[in-house]
Nanobody, 118 residues
């Protein structure tokens, strides 16, 4: 499986960005997916996840109410709509499968940088 994230950039506080993740691999439509971020000097954290069919989503407290995860199984894509961005959202953002003790994570992509200025 190959993961390619895009859509990051520099945005002012209060602005919006939509991140995209292209997933290659035949198992995408049956795999719960997530968006992760790695702020400077901090560990990577899961901030949003979505079930394989897109019927349920879950968010970290830092993302709830501002971010929306979605997926298009026909296009093998996962998205993260980010609104009301804050400087503390500055991080490199990655997509990958939702953590599963019975399945290894996919090889991480290059991520996409999001920088929010105050």
């Amino acid at each position: 499986v190959q993961l390619v994230e895009s859509g990051g950039g520099l945005v002012q506080a209060g602005g919006s960005l939509r991140l995209s993740c292209a997933v290659s691999g035949s198992t995408f439509s049956i795999t719960p997916m997530g968006w992760y971020r790695e702020p400077p000097g901090r560990q990577r954290e899961l901030i949003a996840s979505i079930t394989s069919g897109g019927e349920r989503t879950n968010y970290a407290d830092s993302a709830r109410g501002r971010f929306t995860i979605s997926r298009d199984n026909a296009k093998d894509m996962v998205y993260l709509q980010m609104n009301s961005l804050k400087p503390e959202d500055t991080a490199k953002y990655y997509c990958n499968r939702e953590p599963d003790p019975l399945a290894a994570m996919f090889k991480w992509g290059q991520g996409t940088q999001v920088t929010v200025s105050s």
